[in-house]
């Protein structure tokens, strides 16, 4: 039945239940009175109801016509958002939730100051994080379970839009007396590899980014602990002779906080490029756009 209704008589009874007049409603819409006359007997003959009925005061409603009023009214402003072009986003009182992606590397030299960041300008914005590798973030990008995720991308699918965040490197972290130190800040290749080491993965395995570059020139590590998150690794390497090499971000800032110092890696390894990937149907999305810019500054801080 609907696909035979002319929907946009439900504009012109809309207005003239509002005008309770053919010439007004005619006026406001732009058509002429007889135009409008043709669109209310269609109106009736559609909906089985006089709707409105002559009398010394103007058009007056019948009871169906009352009953349709709100409901009509509904319809034509839910039209009208439909068709609007999209407002401005005003991330002070906006409010939406959003799940982001990424290693645990990013947690604290990125999202803290980013989560700092939007509880002061956007404060009706949540954002959720998961932990995730490369492989787990695009899957869960593709089953609508995360909205953005960002870190080392080897190939994404062309429904995936990325952008460079930032280029990490990789550096040694120990304590300040570690022995590693005995001979200076420089220590070679065969000095780092002569510690056990510390390796924080995402997915729990005893391999990480380092020791695929460490294979391709023949070389391995003694992993003494691995672990999913950076959260005890400052108080570990302050306590023992354990060393951990990282990226440069999260490496840093460990050493900006606690007796611990970073050390170069004698090793040519090309720098890591970080992208920020998402699913291209949020491209345009005002609200996802800002999210993006927001997530970029803080990388780049």
Sequence with gaps: MLLNFDLNLLVILHTLLEERSVTRTGARLGRTQSAISNALKRLRDGLGDPLLVRTPDGLSPTPRAVELAPLVARIVEDAGACIAPPGAFDPATAEA????????????????????????????????????????????????EIDLAIGWFDHTAPHLE????????????????????DNGR??????????????????GDRRAAFDAVLAQDGHRRSIAATMMSFTIVPELLMQSDLIGVFTHRTSEYFA??????????????????NHLIWHRRFAKDPAHRWLREQIMAACNA
């Design 186 to 203: 420089h220590p070679t290749l065969t000095d780092i590899l002569g510690f056990s080491h510390v390796v924080v993965s995402s997915t």
């Design 97 to 144: 939730r959003f799940t982001l992606g990424a290693p645990d590397r990013f947690s604290l030299p990125v999202f803290l100051p980013l989560l700092e960041h939007l509880g002061k300008v956007a404060p009706g914005i949540v954002l959720n994080l998961r932990t995730t590798d490369r492989d787990y973030a695009v899957r869960l990008i593709e089953g609508d």
């Design 162 to 181: 990325q952008v460079m965040a930032f280029e990490d490197r990789f550096v040694c972290l120990c304590r300040e007396d570690h022995p590693l130190l």
């Design 256 to 273: 900006a906080r606690y007796p611990l110092v970073t050390v170069p890696v004698p090793l040519e390894v090309a720098p890591i490029a």
